[in-house]
C-alpha cells in the first residue's frame, strides 16, 4: 500500500530562519510528486509538481527538491505571510480510469515575526 | 486560472436528513474528486470520477454517493447525515487521465451535522 509521511507535524521558525519539510513516500513506481499549501479553512493551493528523482522547483522562498525516497520543501528566508500547512502528495492507481492522490498529514508552519 | 467553486461554503444540517454538496469547475476537466478532510487523519478520498455518468469508489465510500451528469458538475450526496460525517469537504478537478496531472480544489464546505 502507498503511504506518505510527512515531518515534522508542525514547525515553528523565526521570520527569517530557513528550514526544511520532508516527505517521505513508499510507492511502487514513483509517477510523479505533488506538493500543496492549505490555509486554515480553504482548499490545497498547488504549488509544485515533480517528475522524476533529481529534480528542483522554485517558486519566491520556497524550493522543492526529490529524491528516489523523499522529497523535500525549503523554506528560505521564510515571512509570516508562508505560514500554512504544507501538504504533499503521489499519485496512485491503475491509470485505467484515473489517478488518485495520497496524501501526507501535512506540516503546519509556523513564522513568527 | 481554473476555477472550481463549491455550492457552500459552511453547512448545518439535522441528522438523517438528505444532504447535497455540488461542485463545479469551469476548465473542461474530465476528472473530479471528492474528500473529507479531518483533524488527524488527512485528505481521504470518498468517490472520484473520470468522464460523464462513470464514478469509482475512494477510500471512505460508505454513506456516500455521487452523480455526475454533467461533465462540469460532480454532486455528493449524503443519503441519511449522521454526526460522525461532520467534517470539511474539498471538491477537486483534473484535465485527465496521466498521473502528473494537476488537482486543483475548491474552497471547501465546513459541514456541520447536528
Known amino acids: 500500500e502507498d503511504q506518505v509521511t510527512q515531518s515534522p507535524e508542525a514547525l515553528r521558525l523565526q521570520e527569517g530562519e530557513s528550514s526544511s519539510l520532508n516527505c517521505s513516500y513508499t510507492?511502487?513506481?514513483?509517477?510523479?510528486l505533488f506538493w500543496y499549501r492549505q490555509d486554515p479553512g480553504k482548499g490545497p493551493e498547488f504549488l509544485f509538481t515533480?517528475?522524476?528523482a533529481g529534480e528542483e522547483k522554485e517558486k519566491e522562498r520556497l524550493k522543492a527538491t526529490l529524491t528516489k525516497k523523499e522529497s523535500f520543501l525549503h523554506i528560505t528566508a521564510p515571512k509570516p505571510e508562508d505560514s500554512a500547512t504544507y501538504l504533499c502528495a503521489v499519485p496512485r492507481g491503475s491509470g485505467a480510469g484515473s489517478y488518485q492522490l495520497t496524501f501526507g498529514k501535512g506540516t503546519k508552519l509556523s513564522v513568527i515575526p | 486560472d481554473v476555477k472550481v467553486t463549491q455550492s457552500s461554503r459552511y453547512l448545518v444540517k439535522r441528522t438523517g436528513e438528505k444532504v447535497f454538496l455540488e461542485c463545479v469547475q469551469d476548465?473542461?476537466?474530465?476528472?473530479m474528486f471528492w474528500y473529507r478532510q479531518d483533524p488527524g487523519l488527512g485528505l481521504r478520498l470518498i468517490y472520484f470520477?473520470?468522464?460523464?455518468?462513470?464514478?469509482e469508489k475512494g477510500d471512505i465510500p460508505e454513506g456516500y454517493s455521487v452523480s455526475r451528469e454533467k461533465k462540469e458538475r460532480f454532486s455528493l450526496i449524503l443519503e441519511s447525515a449522521s454526526t460522525n460525517q461532520t467534517s470539511m469537504y474539498l471538491c477537486?478537478?483534473?484535465?485527465?487521465?496521466?498521473?502528473?496531472?494537476?488537482?486543483?480544489f475548491g474552497p471547501g464546505t465546513r459541514l456541520t451535522v447536528l
Open positions: 477537486a478537478s483534473k484535465i485527465g487521465g496521466a498521473s502528473t496531472d494537476t488537482q486543483y
Open positions: 515533480l517528475y522524476s
Open positions: 470520477s473520470y468522464d460523464v455518468k462513470m464514478k
Open positions: 476548465m473542461d476537466h474530465e476528472n
Open positions: 510507492v511502487s513506481g514513483l509517477r510523479g
